[in-house]
């Protein structure tokens, strides 16, 4: 990965530094969610990315999109103008997220009880 594919830290030469900027972004409640489908799935439009996103509101998977594209993360494509069709896809620098992610996910399922459905709701 050259420079230019870095990402700026806060807090260079702090022994936390890595793990902070690192949580940060992957710390959001959607973000390791939408590139975790977009790992699964390759480039998707907002409607089908939503739907793969169970539980997503409109607004804040657009509010992630735009978070993910100014971290250099997600990039945007527009596929058609009339109607107006854009298409989500990782960047190299998203793509090499996917260690972090599915390492995530795997300790995730080992590690939590699943969830009733149930009692989810009522939460």
């Known amino acids: 990965m050259d420079d230019n594919?870095?990402?700026?830290?806060w807090c260079p030469g702090e022994g936390w530094c890595s793990i902070?900027?690192?949580?940060s972004l992957v710390g959001k409640k959607w973000h390791p969610v939408?590139?975790?489908?977009?790992?699964e799935h390759?480039?998707?439009g907002f409607n089908a990315?939503?739907?793969?996103?169970d539980g997503?509101?409109?607004?804040v998977l657009s509010e992630s999109l735009d978070d993910l594209e100014d971290k250099r993360i997600v990039s945007r494509t527009i596929v058609s103008e009339k109607?107006?069709?854009?298409?989500y896809a990782l960047t190299d620098l998203g793509e090499s997220l996917e260690?972090?992610?599915?390492a995530l996910a795997e300790w995730g399922e080992q590690h939590l009880d699943p969830v009733d459905e149930k009692a989810a709701s009522v939460v």
């Open 83 to 87: 109607p107006v069709r854009v298409e």
């Open 99 to 102: 260690p972090v992610v599915f």
């Open 34 to 39: 939408i590139i975790h489908r977009l790992l």
């Open 56 to 59: 997503i509101s409109s607004k």
């Open 42 to 44: 390759g480039p998707l």
């Open 20 to 23: 902070t900027a690192t949580a």
């Open 5 to 9: 594919e870095r990402l700026p830290a």
């Open 49 to 53: 990315l939503q739907e793969e996103v």
